[in-house]
């Protein structure tokens, strides 16, 4: 068992919080564990004195450390008068991560320098630094993009690193804190594209070492961690992007409200839910021209604003969306956000429902307690997005039943019934569904939210 309770293979929690300061073309706060870094990107429309008319941009990158990132005070570099061998050996490192993803002569006669501000730190604030960066950088190089400055994007792909290592117990483990990596046997840094080439790789055996077999171990994990963040990423840049979107008048609320779903089963909900209200619904499946919006979010919440907000920006008006899913206490949570997707794309119900019998093959009646959520997230361009949650309890049959419903619905059994979803009649699951239940949350507090 790790110092912090975390699986092998597991990524510390990460935020990455997008305009954080506001001077800067793009400015990212990102966490990872307690390790906090500042990362800012600079646009100049310049380049160093030997690259001039070359018609070729430049991307570099600093790094820094406060005195009291760590446990006791260090001295300020600035103080010393010079750049320490590790400062430098990092921050050239940032560089040449960054430019190993962007393209310079699609960014022309221009220099991105990004920042990377250590404010805290628990290990891993090379890597830490390289994935904030990459944010910061992106969103300057949208801002060019969106300002007409640049008509080629000129980031091919997205990048992020993190440390991989083994453990005084020959356990190879993911993002390792400091705690782990002062007394790791191996410690690896790994930079890695979307794509899965490397940019570099810094595995080091400290009065140890390691083999082949270790050494792969130790890249499959680093994979899995670094997918892991550029989802993160990508949920970071498109909720930052909506932001920055700019907005007209939204088209005035009717007796019409837009669900961005394009999940038939939910549509039927809805529309009968708000039938009571006095209210008709739109979905997606009105719109087969928007395209799907990419659900990265690791949480109901990330996704359902992902999919509101993004949908509220492209037809200018405000949206409801729904990210729901099942939570099987026996398989810690999952599949939770994954629930479309449990047995892999295309999505099937069917194939959901197989996998998850699958999964829970032996599991007593007792132990096959779950809950269905929903997160409902309400947006307009311009405001803040009001988000509610909802949930139901219930239990995991073995054999499917009833045929009313959608998704998990003949799978799950509701208690005080002794029925599935999908045996209840569809006005009895909609009296006490997940997403009923979010739903009278949601109407408490959105007449306020609509008026100011
Ligand atoms: O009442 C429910 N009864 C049974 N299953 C349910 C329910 N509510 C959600 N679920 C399952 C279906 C799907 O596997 C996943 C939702 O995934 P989620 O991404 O929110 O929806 P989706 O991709 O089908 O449609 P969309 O994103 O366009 O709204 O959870
Ligand atoms: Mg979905």
């Not at 194939?351 to 929903?374: D, M, Q, W």
């Amino acid at each position: 068992m790790r110092i912090d309770n975390r699986a092998n293979n597991e990524n510390r929690k990460v935020t990455i919080q997008t305009d954080y300061l506001m001077h800067p073309e793009g400015s990212v706060l990102i966490s990872v564990g307690n390790t906090k870094v500042i990362c800012n990107a600079t646009v100049e429309e310049r380049v160093p004195p030997f690259m001039r008319g070359e018609g070729k941009g430049w991307v570099t990158a600093e790094y820094s450390m406060l005195p009291r990132a760590t446990n006791s005070r260090n001295i300020r570099e600035a103080a010393k008068g010079k750049l320490g061998g590790r400062t430098m050996e990092i921050q050239r490192l940032i560089g040449r991560a960054l430019r190993g993803i962007i393209s310079l002569e699609d960014l022309g006669e221009r220099s991105i320098v990004v920042d990377c501000d250590v404010i805290q730190a628990d290990g891993g604030t090379r890597t830490a630094s390289i994935t904030g960066a990459f944010v910061a950088l992106k969103i300057a190089v949208e801002k060019l993009l969106e300002a007409g400055t640049l008509t080629v994007n000129p980031i091919k792909e997205h990048l992020a690193a993190i440390s991989v290592g083994i453990l005084p117990t020959s356990e190879p483990v993911l993002d390792l804190n400091y705690h782990e990596d002062s007394s790791a046997l191996v410690d690896m840094n790994v930079v890695m594209t979307e794509s899965g080439r490397f940019v570099e790789l810094q595995g080091t055996g400290e009065e140890a070492t390691f083999t082949e077999e270790e050494l792969s171990a130790m890249l499959a994990l680093a994979k899995k961690g670094i997918q892991q963040l550029i989802n993160q990423q990508k949920t970071a840049l498109s909720l930052a992007k909506n932001k920055r979107m700019p907005h007209e008048e939204p088209v005035a609320m009717t007796d019409e409200i837009l669900i961005a779903t394009g999940n038939p089963g939910k549509a039927k909900e809805f529309e009968a839910l708000f039938a009571s209200k006095g209210l008709k619904i739109k979905t997606l499946l009105d719109y087969p021209e928007i395209p799907e919006v990419e659900e990265t979010g690791d949480t109901f919440v990330e996704n359902a604003l992902l999919k509101a907000e993004t949908i509220a920006h492209h037809l200018n008006m405000l949206v409801l969306a729904d990210d729901s899913g099942l939570c099987v206490d026996a398989l810690h949570g999952q599949p939770g956000v994954y629930s479309a997707r449990y047995a892999g794309e295309p999505k099937s119900d069917a194939a959901n429902n197989a996998k998850l019998l699958h999964e829970l093959t032996g599991i007593p009646a007792a132990e096959r307690t779950a809950k269905f959520c929903c997160t409902l997230a309400l947006a307009m361009p311009g405001k803040e997005s009001l988000v509610v949650e909802g949930s139901v309890e219930g239990q995991i049959i073995g054999i499917p039943r009833g045929d009313n419903g959608f998704g998990y619905d003949p799978l799950f059994l509701v208690p005080e019934f002794n029925q599935t979803m999908a045996e209840l009649p569809n006005e009895q699951k909609n009296a006490i569904s997940h997403r009923a239940n979010a739903l009278e949350k949601l109407e408490t507090v959105w007449a306020d939210w609509i008026q100011d």
